[in-house]
């Protein structure tokens, strides 16, 4: 219900709001200083703008809530709760919620313990996962300062051809890097696939079957520290910020593990099992990087609920970051991550967000099927392209030599595509 604004400039809207809703939203404003009616005309406006329905919030015992709103704004958004099927009191807390998200409170801020978590996942394999993971890992661990400087120069020096393949000018890739602040960050990266890519690159050796692991741990089977599972990276460049947890293959019966002790313990959750098994670790970090496994098992479902937005963590802070390649399957593969990370949204009531695609083993020779799948990665509604990666010898010489990229070719064109890609994610 609406009436005019005394000034004639809005008009009041009645409604319902839970308890809860009403007060984060009051706190909120305040300290932002905005005026309530300010803060609700950008809720409504930005939650109609977002095409993807928003995540159920529990409106039970709502109670009457009232603002002033541009005239035919309350008219507009009562037509996009009906196309979405949702109730004007569940639309309207929706939008509060969303915009509370996305403006956590300055008195709060993250803690300090909290690290960063990373999560670079696809269910296909194959795409350069543990590329990804290890490049971008380093990129954070690097000597501060020195990547700045590369990541300029080599965008001074980028190609056009480059450039069309990121959709972006020169100027924007410049913006997007003004405040580059990656380096010099304590950071851990998780081997989570028990294929063992990435510990075997890193000339790691895996934990052995039967021993204590990531996987006993997360099952509730270990009786030691995890911490001292844990191995450093021994170059210069890192100067000992760059620690690993090596993988193992019993992490091939992950899965099965979890969906036993979950029957046998009462109120095990699944989802939590990663989350709680690194908790003693995030102390010690300010980055933790996963390589997931090819999986959409329970396995994949506890590292996405481990990179979900935490409370009063901002927006693209954390979040999932999804290598593919430019071809069919690889797509067929995404849809299918994509509808695993909005199911375990919808059944637990959180947000994961979307940290960008890379595009790697890009391959103009392959001709209409490489371009024209690209530009379908690109025109992906909710999602944004932050790196597109050659085939290059220097990725398959560090995977050949077991060492990191950045400390074998810092200054080549893979590991400046690295920092682009640590600068461009969330963003």
């Known amino acids: 219900m609406a009436s005019p604004y005394p000034d004639g400039d809005r008009e009041k809207v009645a409604s319902k709001l839970p308890s809860a809703l009403q007060q984060q939203l009051k706190v909120r404003a305040a300290e932002l200083a905005l005026d309530i009616q300010e803060a609700v005309e950008a809720a409504i406006t930005d939650w109609r703008a977002v095409e993807r329905p928003g995540f159920e919030v529990e409106t039970a015992g709502a109670k009457s809530f009232s603002t002033w709103l541009p005239p035919g704004l309350y008219e507009d958004f009562k037509t996009t709760c009906t196309d979405r099927g949702v109730s004007y009191t569940q639309g309207l807390a929706q939008s509060i919620r969303d915009w509370l998200d996305a403006h956590p409170s300055p008195q709060d801020g993250v803690p300090t313990t909290e690290p960063e978590r990373k999560i670079v996942c696809n269910q296909k394999g194959g795409v350069g996962k543990t590329t990804i993971s290890a490049g971008i890992a380093e990129v954070e661990a690097e000597t501060p300062g020195v990547g700045a400087k590369c990541l300029r120069d080599f965008i001074d020096d980028i190609t056009s051809t480059e450039l069309e393949r990121l959709a972006r000018t020169r100027d924007q890739l410049l913006d ?56 450093t990276i021994d170059e210069p460049r890192f100067s000992g910020r760059l620690h690993v947890l090596p993988g193992t293959r019993a992490g091939f019966l992950l899965d099965s593990k979890l969906a036993l002790t979950a029957a046998q ?41 481990y990179a979900r937005r935490r409370p009063n963590e901002k927006p693209g802070r954390s979040g999932v970051l999804i290598p593919v390649q430019s071809e069919d399957s690889s797509a067929d593969a995404y849809d299918m991550l994509d509808s695993q990370i909005q199911d375990l949204e919808d059944d637990l009531h959180l947000h994961i967000d979307r940290l960008g695609i890379v595009v790697n083993l890009f391959d103009s020779r392959r001709g209409y099927i490489a371009t024209s799948s690209l530009e379908e990665w690109h025109a992906l509604d909710d999602e944004t392209v932050i790196g597109v990666l050659d085939d290059l010898k220097e990725q398959r010489e560090t995977v050949r030599l077991k060492r990191p990229l950045l400390a074998y070719v810092p200054e080549s064109k893979q590991a400046n595509l690295m920092r682009l890609i640590v600068a461009g994610a969330g963003k």
């Open 265 to 305: 313990s009462r109120g095990f959750q699944k989802e939590t099992a990663l989350e709680r098994a690194l908790h003693p670790l995030e102390a010690d970090y300010d980055v933790i990087v996963i390589d997931s496994p090819p999986s959409l098992g329970l396995s994949m479902d506890a590292g996405l609920y």
């Open 176 to 231: 997007l890097v003004s405040g580059y602040s990656a380096g010099g960050r304590r950071v851990l990266l998780v081997d989570y696939d028990p294929q063992l890519h990435l510990s075997k690159q890193l000339g790691i050796d895996p934990i052995p079957v039967g021993e204590e692991s990531l996987v006993s741990h997360m099952t509730g089977e270990a009786h030691g520290d995890i911490r001292d599972l844990i191995v």
